[in-house]
């Protein structure tokens, strides 16, 4: 460990000329993390809205995480054929059209409408996400790659905080608190106005994320990277032996520390995406009270995200991340047994600290899979992104636990997950020098 510390203090973090495309990266780290986590709320809120069962309305996430899936491909030949800058580019401007469609969708008040601005928003975040986590290990030497893209990722719990807030500020406080029962007793006029009212508050703060995505897309656009670190060039696709989809998608699956990477990411994101989602039902089972009072977990649950992404940052300075990526991801398997046998103050307090294993497994994965594949890691990257199908696959399945089993006994579905990212962690360590 000592050997790792000296030799990584010396090391650059960040090439000199590349500081300012680095800094500007991290605010859209920051951006989708708004993003995705005013998104958690919302299995929750349409479930009230349009009164569904929880495994209806987890279809928020399926649309959103079924995104990612879609276009992470396209992102990856974006890349290729020009460079991470243009797929950053590209992504940014998709999210701001997907953003800005939740206006359209307020007026038809349908739910299918917010599910297709929510698959738009999150299409040009699978861009921008393919796009950016590369682009940030490839802004230093390879030694600090993993370590780099844990710091800019540690600015992505500053955007999952900042979108509970505006969920639980902007949102949730606006849900008229008529029972299902008493909607469906309802004149049909009469509901269509609360449905308004409350879809209105829905789509406000989606319509304001729009005008910050187009602040960044200028401060990015306006960025001249330096000749002289060609992080983003292309590569020859006429060279289809060695750089056509083909061969380089050969070469991928052969390696079985990025093919287990793949399987880990999709659960790690399942697991993360199912521990957020229901979080508001676990604890109004467990404690009861309102969804406005429950949400108050589920931001403290970021706030230990958040914290605990720069520590898990420095504690990867002195600890091999492959080794850490294993024990926290077994404390989060025995958290989640902990919370489903105990639904009580204790067990809710367990969800909130699954937040703390959660912090390392997405970019740690993603660094210790990409490590060492040089140009592959453009569609390599897309490998990654497109694992996060889990965050939409998985969140219907526990959302069909809970509606026959109930919300705590429900999260040993996350518990499983975790498992498995425990196992790619430990056997990483056989494989990786990190």
Known sequence: ????????????????????????????????????????????????????????????????????????????????????????????????????SFYPASVSMTYGAFLAALFILAAGLSILETSANPFVMAMGPKLTATRRLNLAQAFNPVGTNIGVLLASTLILPNLNPATAEQRAAMAPQALAAIQHSELDAVMTPYVGMAFFLIIIWIMIALVKLPKSEKVAEKVDLTDKEHYGFIATLGRLIKLP???????????????????????????????????THASDYLQYSLLVFLVSRFVMTWLIGIFRPTLLLGVMALLGTALCVYAAINPSMSGVWAIVMISASLSLMFPTIYGVALNGLGKDAKFGSAGLVMAILGGAIMPVVQGGVIDSYGAAMSYIVPGICFLVVSFYGFSSMKRVKD
């Open 257 to 291: 520390n990025y093919r287990w990477g793949v399987i880990a990411q999709f659960f790690n994101v399942a697991g993360q995406t199912c521990t957020w989602t229901f979080t508001i039902q676990y604890v109004q089972s467990a404690m009861g009270g309102s969804a």
């Open 1 to 100: 460990m000592n050997n790792l510390q000296t030799e990584t203090s010396k090391t650059p973090f960040v090439y000199p000329n590349m500081k300012l495309a680095f800094i500007l990266l991290i605010t859209c780290f920051t951006a989708w993390g708004v993003a995705a986590n005013m998104t958690d709320p919302l299995v929750k809120v349409f479930s009230q809205i349009f009164t569904m069962s929880n495994l209806e309305s987890a279809l928020v996430q399926f649309a959103y995480y079924g995104a990612y899936f879609c276009l992470a491909l396209p992102a990856a030949f974006i890349n290729v054929h020009f460079s991470y800058k243009t797929g950053v580019l590209t992504g940014l401007g998709l999210a701001t059209l997907g953003a800005l």
